[in-house]
């Protein structure tokens, strides 16, 4: 059937159109268009109209089956949240921080395989008006008796502390606890594999197990366990004598290390001590400070450190102490400060029974029972301080998160309706608020099933989220309530379809702009950041779709509540002659934009006045911005006050000098082919600006200087060099404290020398680097000395390994920054192609794009005003901010184009309609920050100072900057006359009547190349013309 024998008439109350009328209207006008229109504009009118349709066409469909949208998003959003139970948190910064081919990240993953820090450090700080009074002292040693006594399952200090012996305790056995059935309890088997080469260097092994205090040959299950374990023993209390006996030969020597068994066997008879280091190693353990006077003390203490002042520093007295105090003839007269630390051995299935012991450690310092003498400050740290702190700092202020969540719900519900029973939208909006939720759970979902990981920062997406999505919402709504008073009466399919038919195309330009903006973030290379970025590009997304379906579900059923006059909390019926209060229906916001803030900001004074501080902002804040620094410290994230941070302040006040500490590391290198490149490494090493010459330590240099104090020649030979390497590392004291360095593949022991040195490293200190410049400064020059020296052979590296954990941090300050002006750069790119491609008006494009790149400029400058800097956090922020700015102006650009007359009265207009909403979405974003005003977070401080800022600077850019420039220089309206039938313009009422045959709108409700139709009693077409021909599609409505 043709259109005319299927369309009989398109009717309003004054005038009926045949669809050959108006097609044959809408193609004079076509040709008027063709006359007047440059290419722009004919694409502008063909892109408008277009999303116009469908999002017309979307907005009925959903409110025509609202229950059914409801239930097909919230099984949507269950199938997508189920990738939930692939959750992976990646809490490793080398792999959260490094790019895939940084030089940090394959040194960190090198020397994660091939060392380990076995040890854990828990450090006190003791500061005093004199810390050598007899009284201090006296409570240093009760404090050290005190953590030496704490206990945890049994295991006391003794038992979990870190041995100087410990390597060589290593070379008898390296069985660990195991369960019970993992242990061979027969003689034969017992030792299998814990020995390398047994019958070559042990001889008869039963030698060994007759001295150790347990019989094995009886040993049963029961006696094994954590408390009472076979292998935990101390090597001062065993008798080594005979065990390694040669019972074949006649003179009783042993088949290991030939004659130098006896001092290997003292070797290992000697005590084994906890290692520790405090001001109490110059006096006897029992020693009583009460029978000593302070000048004996101080004579004392002063003897020692001229002593050790060449000494290692392990050895050396003067690294424990700050503060000295002389006088006139140089007397010590005091010390202000002491540092002690205590070493635990770093065993990993003890890591349960450490991190015990390190709250207890906490607890007998911070919180001693012990009468502190009067003047006396105490400091903490251990290993864990820094992660507890932090956890501690997150939980502290999730009920400001909470609480700020909350203030937006209420704030949605009260501004998103009037003030009376009935048409109030509380309920609506607190339902409303919940398609955050739904996006951030079906994003999640989604970014899990992926393999995508869960980050450190990732947890501020919410607030992105719930700022872009209530400012969505609140534009729906105001779209909603621009309805004339008779569209208000069209069915609720209709009315919905017609909000949406602008509000859609307003939500696409700024949830499209965000998303192209943050998928050039996620073309990162910090991986991080990368995860983040395609986090917020799916929740955006997502976002975008459950406002659209769900939400506008939502706003239908309320409607239907609405007209059954319905209370909007308990949905209790009004009586018919119920009425709203005349109050009610004041809508104060669009009043005051209307009446106050619209006719204000047109006047040309305000104009004038507003372009004159858009440029004080900008200038200011582009002084701002050239002043900012890069720096970074992580101990900014832990809340003032913490104990961690007390500490941290207390070192770097009394020890200026303690830089990070460093190390460079070797593979399986050939050390007599290496000399003279280990030689100018050392050198230069030294010679660096950012490192302590006197700190830099390596085993291989002490080697060769023991050599010449023997007056032995450098050796030649593979045999040779491993006879006195062994010799060395066992038999000398100073070669003894390098066993840690040196990683042995076999057994260091072996008298024929089967063992070959698989890695080392060479240890130094940096000096305190003040700011991130600096320490980018370092890293690229110890880079830089990395690549420049080369070993010989086929080995891997090829190359010495430069690294400390800290260099993660220091590469991830230096490489956000530089990601930071990128992804700027590129988003502003992406926003202005995005905008211009939806928008299609080049002049409005720019207007909207010059207030998101002045948005940027003045919420950057302000990082200086207010004590930020460029680093991880801020810089995440920024890049946030720009999403937030798009949604202040887009809404406004895009608005001015759909309004007639003149400049003036359409940026008027514009303010009016769309207002209210940026308004509420910005304000909105405000109140979900304002709690944290007053956290001493600085992780939460900063997230106020610049959602704040972008708050300010965005609404002041799209609320009044924007529409000035858009009554001066914005694009010419298009006018309506050349796309809309008169007629239907005209109608002088638009009420429903019963019975009647005509659809009771206009035609300007729909899209311009629209009109409805009534096919029957039960459905309705949209005719759409197009040039040349007219096509029909039916829609189904309410009757």
Known sequence: MDIEGKVNHVETLNHRWTAVDYKEFVMNSRKKKRVNSNCFRKVTHFVTNCLEDVFFRLGYQFAYRPWWTIFTALVFCGILGSGLLNWREETDDVNLWTTENSQVRKSAKWVAQHFTDDIRYETMIIEADNVLRPDVLKFIQQVDTSIKNISVQGLGWNKLCAKPGAKLKELLHHRKRRDV?????????????????????????????????YDFETLDSTQVSIDNDPFDFDLEDIDFTGVFEDKNSENNSSSLLGDRTEELLDLLAMPDKCLTRSILEVWDENVDFSDLSERQILMMVDQKVNESKYADEMESLSVLLSGFNRDKNGYLQGVKTTVMSWFLSNDKENTSILDQWELDFIEHTLNTNLTVPPGVSIHVLTTRSYDDALAETLSSNFGL??????????????????????????????????????????????????????????????????????????????????????????????????????????????????????????????????????????????????????????????????????????????????????????????????????????????????????????????????????????????????????FYKSLMEHFPDSGERSAVYFGPIDYMTEREPLSSLLIRLRENPFVKNSSVVFWHENFERWLESKQVAYPSEDVEFKKLVQEFLLFTKDGRQYLHDVKINGSIIDKNFNFTINGSRMRFQHPTLVDASEKNLAIES??????????????????????????????????????????????????????????????????????????????????????????????????????????????????????????????????????????????????????????????????FKLFFSVVVFGLFHGLAYLPVLLSWIGPPFHSEEESLPKPLQSSPTNSRSSGDDTIPTSISSFPSSSALAKIDDSSYEIISVEEGNVSCDQVCCET
């Open 401 to 646: 998160l909470t609480a700020g969540f909350s203030l937006i719900i209420v704030y949605v519900g009260l501004t998103m309706g009037r003030l009376n029973s009935v048409e109030q939208r509380f309920l609506l909006a607190v339902a409303g608020v919940t398609v955050v939720g739904q996006a951030i759970l079906s994003s999640y979902g989604i970014c899990f099933f992926v393999g995508l990981m869960y980050g450190p920062v990732h947890p501020v997406l919410p607030f992105l989220l719930l700022g872009i999505g209530v400012d969505d919402m609140f534009v729906i709504i105001q779209a909603l309530d621009n309805l004339t008073p008779e569209q208000r009466r069209l069915p609720i399919p209709e009315r919905i379809g017609l909000a949406m038919r602008h509000a859609g195309v307003s939500i696409t330009v700024t949830s499209l702009t965000d998303v192209v903006a943050f998928g050039i973030g996620a073309t990162t290379g910090m991986p991080a950041l990368r995860s983040f970025c395609i986090y917020a590009t799916t929740g955006i997304l997502l976002l975008f779709i459950f406002v659209m379906t769900f939400f506008v579900a939502l706003i239908a059923i309320d409607e239907s509540r609405q007209d059954q006059r319905r209370d909007g909390c308990f949905f209790y019926r009004q009586p018919d002659s119920w009425k709203p209060s005349a109050l009610s229906q004041k809508e104060l916001l669009r009043l005051f934009f209307e009446k106050f803030y619209g006719p204000l900001l047109m006047k040309t004074p305000t104009k004038i006045f507003v372009i004159i501080l858009t440029l004080i902002f900008t200038g200011v804040n582009t002084w701002g911005v050239l002043q900012l620094k890069q720096d970074f410290d992580p101990n900014w994230y832990l809340r003032d006050g913490s104990h961690p941070t007390s």
């Open 782 to 943: 110890l880079l830089s000395l990395e690549n420049s020296i080369e070993f010989y052979g086929n080995i891997t590296p090829r190359t010495p390994v430069i690294y400390t954990e800290r260099y993660v941090e220091w590469e991830a300050n230096k490489v956000i920054t530089e990601e930071l002006i990128r992804n700027l750069g590129l988003t502003l790119l992406a926003v202005l192609i995005v905008t211009f491609v939806i928008i299609c008006d080049i002049r409005t494009v720019m207007l909207v794009f010059s207030c998101i790149a002045l948005t940027l400029i003045d919420v950057i400058g302000i990082m200086y005003y207010v004590g930020l800097t460029i680093e991880i956090s801020t810089s995440i922020l920024i890049i946030l901010s720009c999403g937030l700015a798009v949604d202040y102006a887009a809404h406004i650009g895009h608005t001015f184009g759909t309004v007639s007359g003149t400049r003036s009265d359409r940026a008027r207009e514009t303010l009016i309609r769309m207002g209210p909403a940026v308004w509420n979405g910005g304000f909105s974003t405000f109140l979900a920050v304002l709690l944290l005003s007053n956290s001493n977070a600085y992780i939460f401080s900063t997230f």
């Open 181 to 213: 059935d993992e242990f061979d309890l027969s003689t034969d088997g017992l030792f299998d594999g814990v020995f390398s080469d047994m019958e070559v260097i042990y001889g008869d092994i039963a030698n060994l197990t007759e001295v150790l205090p």
